[in-house]
Each structure stands twice: as C-alpha cells, then as structure tokens.
C-alpha cells in the first residue's frame, strides 16, 4: 500500500506561462530529491502528460492544447507513488512571444 502526499507547497515552474496552443516545455523544480527511475505526471487543467526527468532536481514537462482556455489554470505535478504538487499555469489565446515587425531580422 503506498500513501501519497498532495503539498500546497511553492514550486518553480519556468516558464509559468505558455500559449494556450501547447507545446511550452516547462521546467519544474519541485524541491525533493529526484531519481531516474522516477514517473512523472503533470496535469494542466485536466490534461495529463508526462514528464522527463532532466537530473534529480529538475523535471520537464511539455503544456497540452487546451482549447479555449486563456487565464490561470491548474497545474498538477505527480512524482507517481511518492508525491504530489499543486499550483498554476498561465495559459494565453495570444502568443507571448511575439516581435514587432520592425525589431525581426533578416537572416541571408
């Protein structure tokens, strides 16, 4: 029988945003010790993926479409059968990234 904690705690997310498209590879520093042979689920808004372990602190996680949704969602990070993490995720309808015409550059 295993117990899993879910902790309120903060944890880092980098980006803690992303389009509303997916594809956003976010960067999750959870504050435990990782291993290798750890699962990784992370859930944004319902929607589950799952997620790579970079080195035993860091995990990467990449953001799902979600459909119609713009504003904070909830974000759920669960190292499978030792613990969970809970917070939010940014989702944008616009592309965040974007650069005015006159800043693009031309490559010959």
Do not use: W
Request: proline content about 4%; aromatic content about 12%; some cysteine.
């Amino acid at each position: 029988m295993y117990m899993i904690y879910v902790l309120k705690a903060t944890i880092k997310l980098s980006p803690r945003f992303g389009n509303s498209l997916g594809g956003t590879a976010v960067i999750i520093e959870p504050g435990i010790l990782l291993s290798n042979n750890d699962t990784i689920r992370c859930t944004f808004d319902g929607s589950g993926r799952t997620g790579f372990v970079l080195n035993n602190s860091t995990v990467m996680c990449i953001s799902p479409f979600l459909q119609g949704t713009s504003g904070f969602v909830p974000f759920k990070l669960n190292v499978v059968r030792r613990v969970s993490f809970e917070t939010q995720f940014l989702a944008s309808k616009k592309n965040i990234f974007e650069t005015k015409k006159e800043q693009s550059c031309q490559l010959y």
